[in-house]
């Protein structure tokens, strides 16, 4: 597929979620997001690249409704999907007490499922981030990894048509972030769902996107939007091939303006 | 996987245990060395002697006070987790509610004990005194810990829509039995002294039958063995409170509370 035919197909996929003049002010006046528009596509890995404070994990907890925009309007396709979003933390953020089985029943509990009637899906989701047989161990049993991906499996259990995710390995090693990177492009294979990603890491956005908006400081300009073919094998070799090079280099690029453009 | 459960270390019962019997083996020696007479310090083995020769006497007033301590215990417990609980509801109701724990707290509890004997039948008012020292630490911790929670677990709570009960049930509450469960310890503990304190107001009028009671009692006799063994239960009394809610803190938190980690580390 050639650069125009990418970008073509995916702006033809229908948009899950459009953000219109979205602006985002705290009480102490800090402007965090002005005037920004982005459409999130149905099936695609959007990453959410910038410098700190850029306004990127602002962006995701508009989208998944934990904070308010203050201008711009935020529309969704169906309000099924709405209420039907899943989010990875920065942190695992799982509830110390409880179980695995019981931080990923979480969301569905609060659905008003019983145990007896969620526990298929649980151990499903469980399953698909290798944490079956660690079911009945607490939080602090496990790994960093291992924490993670219960909350990635949290937020899948509800069967979420999109996810998002901010910055979910950025406290794991390389090793443990490698594996979580494929064990997601897998995860996204097998379910399909849309993923918002929010990284600092060009070589994560350029591993795991199929599109990477990078943003500016200056309240969430938006400095480029890189497509990238769905079609391209992830793997080891993508991590040494030219096209995963170029794809580098044009965020870094991009990456560097955001950051020149932040600096006063 | 899960850790099994661990043996109490050495450290910590060994070494406090001989400290306090090199403590009493040197008060022994010093009294015996130096021929102190009873009625200025008592040994430890007349200590020890008084304690069994006067166990039905001691002992029925330990029970006593010790049927007091867990009244208003219980008592306090239940009124300062409610009334934390509404405090976390509304800051209206923290604001007006607040200020009167608080000043209750900071007034002596010796200088309420009077007034409250003059309204009160003994019985009542050294319940009453016991409850409200009781009563501020479980308050406080409690409504620190509900107000303490995790803001990624909000978030969390905030994403699935979870109702007000939902949240409280699965997080606020949960979150806040370590904050509960120290207001308990200190407050086990402050029952006690609140009762004490009481009983002695009551006894310095001639009224009550608890321990402190004794030790007035004792006091006006020049009994000074039988004042050492009714502050030896009082003491041991304290310990076994503060244990048992050290113990029930540790079962409840041991797994994943960084506290009760600490302790098996």
């Known amino acids: ?264 | 996987m899960i850790p099994k459960r661990q043996a109490i270390p050495w450290r910590d019962i060994g070494v406090p245990l001989s400290v306090f019997l090199a403590t009493l083996a040197l008060w022994e020696g010093l009294v015996r060395w130096k021929n102190i007479p009873t009625y200025i310090l008592p040994a430890p083995s007349v200590i020890l002697a008084t304690l069994i020769q006067d166990r039905e006497l001691l002992f029925s007033s330990l029970l006593v006070t010790l049927g007091v301590t867990f009244e208003a215990f219980v008592i306090a417990t239940v009124c300062g987790v409610a009334l934390a609980l509404l405090i976390a509801q509304s800051k209206w109701l923290e604001r007006a509610l607040l200020p009167f724990a608080i000043a209750l707290q900071v007034t002596p509890i010796i200088a309420i004990a009077p007034l409250l004997l003059v309204y009160l039948q003994p019985g009542n008012a050294v319940l009453v005194c016991a409850f409200l020292v009781a009563f501020f630490p479980i308050l406080s911790n409690t409504s620190l810990g509900l107000a303490s929670v995790d803001f990624g677990l909000r978030d969390l709570f905030d994403l699935y829509h979870a109702s007000p009960w939902q949240r409280l049930i699965y997080l606020r509450l949960p979150s806040a039995l370590p904050q509960f469960l120290t207001g308990l310890r200190i407050g086990g503990g402050l029952a006690l002294v609140g009762a004490i304190v009481a009983e002695l107001a009551a006894g310095a009028s001639g009224q009550g039958t608890g321990l402190a009671y004794r030790i007035v009692e004792a006091g006006f006799r020049l009994d000074i063995p039988r004042m050492f063994a009714a502050l030896a239960l009082i003491s041991l009394s304290g310990l076994a409170i503060y244990g048992a809610l050290a113990a029930l803190s540790h079962v409840l938190l041991r797994g994943w509370h960084e506290s009760a980690r600490a302790q098996d580390a």
Request: a neutral charge; glycine letters at 6%.
């Open chain 1, 1 to 264: 597929m050639t650069a125009f035919d990418i970008a073509d197909a995916q702006r033809t996929a229908q948009a899950l979620v459009s953000l219109r003049g979205v602006g985002k002010t705290f009480p102490s006046g800090l402007v965090a997001l002005a005037d920004y528009d982005l459409d999130v596509r149905e099936g695609e890995t959007l990453t959410l690249l910038g410098p700190s404070g850029c306004g990127k994990s602002t962006v995701l907890r508009l989208i998944a409704g934990l904070a308010r925009p203050t201008a711009g309007s935020i529309d969704w396709r169906t309000p099924r999907i709405e209420n039907n979003i899943g989010f990875v933390f920065q942190d695992a953020t799982l509830l110390p007490w409880a179980s695995v089985f019981d931080n990923v029943f979480l969301p569905l509990r609060l659905g008003g499922f019983s145990r007896e009637s969620a526990s298929p899906r649980v151990n499903e989701a469980l399953a698909h981030v290798g944490l079956l047989e660690f079911s009945r161990a607490l939080p602090r049993e496990l790994s960093g990894g291992m924490r993670m991906r219960c909350a990635i499996a949290r937020a899948l259990v509800t069967r979420p048509a999109l996810i998002m995710m901010d910055e979910p390995f950025a406290a794991l090693d390389e090793v443990t972030r490698f594996k979580l990177n494929d064990d997601l492009l897998a995860l996204k294979r097998r379910l399909g769902a849309t993923i918002v990603f929010v990284t600092h890491s060009v070589f994560e956005a350029a591993y795991l996107s199929t599109r990477i908006v990078v943003m500016s400081r200056r309240a969430g300009r938006i400095i480029d939007d890189i497509r990238i073919d769905p079609e391209l094998a992830r793997d080891d070799d993508y991590r040494t091939s030219n096209s995963f090079a170029d794809i580098c280099r044009r965020g870094s690029l991009a990456l560097r303006v955001a950051i020149e453009e932040a600096t006063p």
